[in-house]
Nanobody
Framework: QVQLVESGGGSVEAGGSLRISCAASGFTYSTYYMAWFRQAPGKEREGVAFLDSRGNTNYADSVKGRFTISKDSAKNTLYLQMNSLKPEDTAMYYC?????????????????WGQGTQVTVSS
């Protein structure tokens, strides 16, 4: 079955960088849409970065220019490089996968999720 396992979260000071990873298995990695979502306490899960099956990327306005989504197909691993981190980036970050999320920005349309990795940015 589809399995997504995130790693690499941690604590960092504002302005710092962090890279989180998502190891994927159980599906044809190259044909799936992949994404990173995040959820802060008391807030709804929001889409941060998206990667379609053709390699096109899209980002939430709040992270554009600071975050980069990428994948290593040989390792079946998705990455999120986060630079110039801000305290408002603090959240649990989740990896998501789906053959075709009809509305990519809405977490309800993604069928597979990892357990999440915590990112905390201090001011």
């Amino acid at each position: 079955q589809v399995q997504l396992v995130e790693s690499g979260g941690g604590s960092v000071e504002a302005g710092g960088s962090l890279r989180i990873s998502c190891a994927a298995s159980g599906f044809t990695y190259s044909t799936y849409y992949m994404a990173w979502f995040r959820q802060a306490p008391g807030k709804e899960r929001e889409g941060v970065a998206f990667l379609d099956s053709r390699g096109n990327t899209n980002y939430a306005d709040s992270v554009k220019g600071r975050f980069t989504i990428s994948k290593d197909s040989a390792k079946n691993t998705l990455y999120l490089q986060m630079n110039s981190l801000k305290p408002e980036d603090t959240a649990m970050y989740y990896c998501a996968a789906d053959p075709y999320p009809v509305v990519a920005g809405d977490f309800h349309y993604w069928g597979h999720w990892g357990q999440g990795t915590q990112v905390t940015v201090s001011s």
